[in-house]
């Protein structure tokens, strides 16, 4: 069973409620920009994105494709710029497509800088980020998404497809999580 999380979760930063009406919000926005394309990529970075992805998908309005990327978080050590290890890679060729990589939080924008990088010396017609979260103030690169959902002090966050240590993914909504429980 998950523990009290009264115990956890310092503070509710965003409610389900919240969470919903925002991403539908965002749906449309991302529509209005697609709308003379036929289809679409979203390229969803796992596991934190899974459920954004999900909430997301339901309210865009055009064919799409649904694909997921695993990266290994970047260590100290890795400065190069558009090096990343992948390990899980796309199923499907991007050459001329639109992709809309899906995340769920930036915080300093070194992962998702590589995996555009990446993603871009595959010849896509077109490259776009949305993010449910943005932590602006620690951002160490120049990079920045086209969609945003919340914009989030400098605090460490669980819920929604974000974890600690893989846990608290299934929360329904974004918490701030209490500093004894990785401090203690
Ligand atoms: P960058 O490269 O932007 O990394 O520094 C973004 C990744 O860092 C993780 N991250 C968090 N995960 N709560 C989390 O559960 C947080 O508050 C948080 N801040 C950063 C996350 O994996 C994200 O994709
Ligand atoms: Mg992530």
């Known amino acids: 069973m998950i523990s009290d999380t009264n115990e956890i979760i310092e503070k509710v930063l965003i409610d389900e409620?919240?969470?919903n009406v925002r991403i539908k919000k965002l749906a449309s926005q991302i529509n209005d920009h697609y709308k003379d394309e036929d289809t679409l990529i979203m390229?969803?970075?796992l596991k934190g994105s899974v459920m954004f992805m999900a909430e997301l998908a339901k309210h865009i309005k055009l064919d799409i494709n649904l694909e997921f990327m695993a990266v290994s978080s970047y260590d100290s050590g890795t400065i190069s710029s558009g090096n990343v290890k992948i390990l899980?890679?796309?199923d499907t060729d991007i050459k001329d497509k639109?992709?809309?990589l899906v995340e769920d939080i930036i915080d300093t924008g070194h992962t998702l800088l590589k995996l555009r990088n990446n993603l871009e010396k595959r010849d896509p017609k077109d490259i776009k980020i949305v993010t449910l979260l943005d932590k602006p103030e620690r951002r160490e690169v120049d990079i920045k998404p086209d969609w945003y959902g919340f914009k989030i002090p400098n605090e460490f966050?669980?819920?929604f497809g974000l974890d600690y240590d893989q846990?608290?993914?299934n929360l329904p909504y974004i918490g701030i999580l209490k500093r004894s429980v990785y401090e203690g």
């Open 17 to 19: 409620d919240s969470l």
């Open 43 to 45: 390229v969803a970075i």
């Open 88 to 90: 899980k890679d796309l």
């Open 98 to 100: 639109n992709v809309l």
């Open 157 to 159: 966050v669980v819920g």
């Open 167 to 169: 846990k608290y993914r």
